[in-house]
């Protein structure tokens, strides 16, 4: 957006291991490769699912042969919890996919290049509730490994799948607190006043 | 506190919190009614206690009933989700306190002695500050004031002191009037039930306490 628009103003920090991501000389290649990205509307490429997962190792070289790629292939979409259901049908189109596969796909194409962050925004605002279940759970078991950051704006969700949880409103972070902290007991009255549905 | 966006809600909220009001001065009623019954020894109010004990119970189960409801239509958070998680725990120590007045007053009929004079003052004395401190601590849920509850479950220690001298000087009687000593007992067990009202009035404090604050009160109650 930096570049696109030219009134494109940012303030604030960002930083990941200390390191602000906001600044000219960052390599927003590299920064790519740290943090994935899944996004509201399940947006999975017009390829073959296989190729869905393999696109972002071979561009980033993670892969020495095809051996390699289809072991990556299969361990992400295993992590995403999605091999039992598209072992079969690897060479089928990832659009041809449920809305709920194809968040899974996404997220499975986003762990295929091994990122340290997963920022998740609103994954399962499309979805049904099983499927949004399925996205929760996968959360749960992803959040091991990976450092994930997800906006909501369902709270309930938020109160499901986070440690900790930021309120932000019109621009400010308002309130981070421990997840437990803000929907019992949160410190800043327009925190309570927000989630409780008293915001005027 | 400003109210919700969503009208429904607010009403549901306001009306479990006004189901909880009029349980709770039910209860009022029939502790103070038992203790009238128990001075006057009038059985015809006795009668009417405990026909009215039903009515608590129906209390606590529409409670129960609005809670539930609250929780899985609304997904209260915050103060809100406090309120209604406290609501339940109210109605059930007054509930008790129910019980505990109607047992009061199914004892009355096995009193012979006269109370009404300077040698019971005592048990009124107890009755009167217990009832005083339900009222308060009804009030202090009424108008969310944690500072009225908190000064309530402070003062249960006064409590504790006359129940320890009604305790001590039924016993004296009992030492004297050796022929009265059914009554006496079940006096005794009167003062042990209105002692009991005192500390379920305190732990009601505690939920309007934790409700409001969000935190419990610190520290052990004071104790006589």
Same mark, same amino acid.
């Given at each position: 957006?930096?570049?696109?628009?030219?009134?494109?103003?940012?303030? @604030?920090?960002?930083?990941? %291991? @200390?390191?602000?991501?906001?600044?000219?000389?960052?390599?927003?290649?590299?920064?790519?490769?740290?943090?994935g990205m899944v996004f509201q509307k399940p947006n999975p490429?017009?390829?073959? =699912?296989?190729?869905?997962?393999? !696109?972002?190792?071979?561009?980033?070289?993670?892969?020495?042969?095809?051996?390699?790629? %289809?072991?990556?292939? +299969?361990?992400?979409?295993?992590?995403a919890a999605l091999?039992?259901?598209?072992?079969?049908?690897?060479?089928?189109?990832g659009t041809?996919l449920s809305g709920g596969q194809q968040q899974r796909l996404c997220i499975a194409r986003t =762990?295929?290049?091994?990122?340290?962050?997963i920022l998740m925004d609103e994954p399962c605002s499309a979805l049904d509730p099983i499927a949004t279940a399925k996205i929760e759970e996968l959360i749960d078991?992803l959040k091991?490994? !990976?450092?994930i950051v997800i906006v909501t704006h369902s709270m309930s969700q938020a109160a499901r799948v986070s440690?900790?949880t930021g309120f932000f409103h019109? @621009?400010?972070?308002? +309130?981070?607190?421990?997840t437990?902290?803000?929907f019992?007991?949160?410190?800043?009255?327009?925190?309570? %006043?927000y989630i409780?549905g008293?915001f005027? | 506190? $400003?109210?919700?966006?969503?009208?429904?809600?607010?009403?549901?909220?306001?009306?479990?919190?006004?189901?909880?009001?009029?349980?709770?001065?039910?209860?009022?009623?029939?502790?103070?009614?038992?203790?009238?019954?128990?001075?006057?020894?009038?059985?015809?109010?006795?009668?009417?206690? *405990?026909?009215?004990?039903?009515? *608590?119970?129906?209390?606590?189960?529409?409670?129960?009933?609005?809670?539930?409801?609250?929780?899985?239509?609304?997904q209260?958070m915050?103060?809100?989700?406090?309120?209604?998680?406290?609501?339940?725990?109210?109605?059930?120590?007054?509930?008790?306190?129910?019980?505990?007045?109607?047992?009061?007053?199914?004892?009355?009929?096995?009193?012979?002695?006269?109370?009404?004079?300077?040698?019971?003052?005592?048990?009124?004395?107890?009755?009167?500050?217990?009832?005083?401190?339900?009222?308060?601590?009804?009030?202090?849920?009424?108008?969310?004031?944690?500072?009225?509850?908190?000064?309530?479950?402070?003062?249960?220690?006064?409590?504790?002191?006359?129940?320890?001298?009604?305790?001590?000087?039924?016993?004296?009687?009992?030492?004297?009037?050796?022929?009265?000593?059914?009554?006496?007992?079940?006096?005794?067990?009167?003062?042990?039930?209105?002692?009991? *009202?005192?500390?379920? $009035?305190?732990?009601?404090?505690?939920?309007?306490?934790?409700?409001?604050?969000?935190?419990?009160?610190?520290?052990?109650?004071?104790?006589?």
């Amino acid at each position: 957006m930096n570049d696109v628009i030219d009134i494109c103003k940012v303030e @604030g920090s960002i930083k990941i %291991d @200390g390191q602000e991501i906001n600044k000219k000389d960052v390599d927003v290649n590299l920064l790519r490769e740290k943090v994935g990205m899944v996004f509201q509307k399940p947006n999975p490429f017009p390829k073959s =699912i296989y190729d869905n997962i393999a !696109y972002g190792p071979r561009i980033h070289g993670l892969a020495d042969n095809k051996d390699d790629l %289809d072991k990556i292939v +299969e361990s992400s979409l295993k992590k995403a919890a999605l091999w039992e259901e598209v072992k079969d049908r690897l060479n089928q189109p990832g659009t041809g996919l449920s809305g709920g596969q194809q968040q899974r796909l996404c997220i499975a194409r986003t =762990i295929s290049i091994n990122p340290e962050v997963i920022l998740m925004d609103e994954p399962c605002s499309a979805l049904d509730p099983i499927a949004t279940a399925k996205i929760e759970e996968l959360i749960d078991e992803l959040k091991k490994t !990976y450092t994930i950051v997800i906006v909501t704006h369902s709270m309930s969700q938020a109160a499901r799948v986070s440690q900790n949880t930021g309120f932000f409103h019109l @621009g400010k972070i308002l +309130e981070f607190n421990l997840t437990e902290k803000i929907f019992k007991n949160p410190d800043n009255k327009l925190t309570q %006043d927000y989630i409780t549905g008293r915001f005027g | 506190m $400003s109210e919700h966006i969503v009208s429904s809600y607010e009403e549901q909220l306001k009306k479990l919190h006004s189901t909880v009001l009029k349980m709770g001065a039910l209860c009022e009623s029939q502790f103070a009614n038992s203790i009238i019954a128990l001075v006057k020894k009038d059985e015809e109010l006795v009668d009417k206690i *405990i026909g009215k004990d039903d009515r *608590i119970d129906e209390l606590e189960k529409k409670i129960d009933e609005q809670v539930v409801n609250l929780i899985t239509l609304r997904q209260p958070m915050a103060i809100d989700l406090r309120e209604t998680v406290s609501a339940m725990r109210i109605a059930s120590e007054l509930e008790r306190i129910g019980d505990l007045a109607k047992n009061i007053a199914k004892r009355v009929k096995n009193i012979k002695i006269e109370l009404n004079n300077e040698d019971f003052s005592l048990i009124r004395s107890a009755s009167e500050l217990v009832q005083n401190n339900l009222k308060k601590t009804l009030d202090s849920y009424s108008k969310n004031d944690e500072k009225l509850a908190l000064s309530v479950w402070n003062s249960d220690k006064e409590v504790d002191v006359v129940i320890n001298k009604l305790l001590q000087d039924l016993l004296n009687h009992m030492k004297k009037d050796k022929k009265n000593i059914e009554s006496l007992t079940h006096l005794l067990f009167i003062a042990k039930n209105i002692e009991r *009202i005192g500390d379920h $009035s305190t732990n009601i404090c505690e939920y309007v306490h934790y409700f409001i604050k969000g935190e419990d009160i610190k520290g052990d109650r004071p104790k006589a």
